[in-house]
């Protein structure tokens, strides 16, 4: 791991915020929001390693062009209480919810923090 790397994933451990994974080939997006950019990040990337990423379409692009092809932004950060409706901004600013734009697979609205899923 480089020394600029490692400074990065210091400097985001326990801050929240925005961030874009961006194809640099197709300038395609994904936006998202964690309450803890590093552990999400790490997530997002161990998934697509791993060929495991609940977003298909995100993994598909991620097997097809591999890692190199693929940045991450961190857009904002920002205070915890604000993350769904600045998540839902930058939705709609990088239109990323339009396959032709991005990979998000819907609009935010609310997100899923704090939601208990039933099995059904």
Known sequence: ???DEVKKAIELKRKSG??????????????GSSINLFV????HFIDLKQNRHR????QNSWNKY???NFEVYIIEYCEKDKLFEKEQFYVN???THYSKFGYNLAFIEKGNYGYNFTEK
């Not at 925005?18 to 936006?31: D, M, Q, S």
């Not at 999400?40 to 997530?43: G, Q, S």
């Not at 977003?55 to 995100?58: A, G, M, S």
């Open 1 to 3: 791991m480089k020394i």
């Open 18 to 31: 925005i961030y874009l994974i961006l194809h640099t080939l197709n300038l395609k997006g994904y936006v």
């Open 40 to 43: 999400r990040l790490n997530a």
């Open 55 to 58: 977003n298909k379409h995100l």
């Open 66 to 68: 591999e890692k190199d």
């Open 93 to 95: 600013l990088y239109e």
